[in-house]
């Protein structure tokens, strides 16, 4: 762990899940200063947050607030150099359910984020986590099938970023909006942002549930014997990308800014690093030298049969590509589920990934005409 003065300040929102913890443990071991900024919605927060604390060599700072409030968001802000947008609502199942708190945190949450951005002095960089669901179910691409995953042929690269925006699902809406509107803060204000539309990370300190975090959900659930339902038939492909892969994107792009500055990238593990639900089982069942409890059950709203990411665009601009492959990746989570089995067991499921705060008006959104009075 470094010793060293604060290289920079970086504000982190949604610090104390999986992707937030590990990539404020990142910055901190560099000698960064980080504030992570997190409502605890998530059962696993508080375990993130107690983790992050027990490595912070006094740099860091837990902030418990919500991007769906917006002056404690712009204060927050003050003296950052960085800020790496991660806070969500991340099913795609609880978007249906709530639509509107989707909504208020994924698009007005995040266009408070950039909206505190622009208004700072000086401006901050804005690296805004995406998603991979903003082109939709991709149920249009030529599809072949093989007996353990699907195939689309016409992109042998996977899906690159010129591909046609097709928002479906509350949830694909709500990041969605955010996506384009980083993009448009930096060409109509100059802002300096960059888009990470990513897909299926993975790694320690991912409490993966049914609805989110597939991968983890399936390396807890066999590790701890608990069965499997498998919604579809399981030959849908993702790339998935080890979370410390995702991680060197976000300092790459912060390296870079200059020239990646209003860009949005495909960040994934890539068509080397793709698994369907079928195989992955049977890796798994082959580490763990027996056999999965396993059930199908319907096809969920949505769900893309095939989605695989283009990287080149972030290999020539960030000067970045995956370097773990999913063998490697796996056995980094198996060996952190199996030295943490109580910390994971004691997580509580009820309610899905998220406890959905009910609105009881304490949270509020601050107009922009309103920042005269918030700086005073």
Known sequence: MSTNKAQGKMLITGGCGFIGSNLAAHFLDRGWEVVVYDNFARPSAELNAAWLEGRSNGNLSILRADVRDYVPLYKAMKGTSVVAHLAAQVAVTSSVGNPLYDFNVNAQGGLHVLEAARVSDPSPIVLYASTNKVYGQLNKLRRTNGNLRYYTPDYPLGIPEEFPIDLHSPYGCSKGVCDLYAIDYARIFGL??????????????????????????????????????????????????????????????????????????NIGGGPQNTSSLLELIYRL???????????????????????????????????????????????????????NKNMIESVSVEGGPQRIPVDDGSVTSEPASNIDVIKE
Do not use: M
Request: hydrophobic letters at 40%; charged letters at 25%; glycine letters at 8%.
């Open 192 to 265: 300096k942002t960059v888009v990470f539309r990513q897909s299926c990370v993975y790694g320690p300190r991912q409490f993966g549930f049914e609805d989110q975090g597939w991968l983890s959900h399936f390396v807890i659930s066999a590790v701890l014997g608990r069965p499997i339902t498998i919604y579809g038939d399981g030959r849908q492909v993702r790339d998935v990308l080890h979370v410390q892969d995702l991680i060197a994107a976000y300092e790459r792009a912060i390296e870079c800014i200059d020239a990646c500055s209003g860009r949005a990238y």
């Open 285 to 339: 069942e082959v580490k763990l030298d027996r056999a999965i409890p396993l059930t199908f059950g319907n096809w969920r709203l949505g769900d893309q049969r095939v989605y695989v990411s283009d990287v080149g665009n972030a290999k020539q601009d960030l000067n970045w590509e995956p370097t773990t492959s999913v063998e490697e990746g796996l056995d980094d989570l198996c060996q952190w589920v199996e030295a």
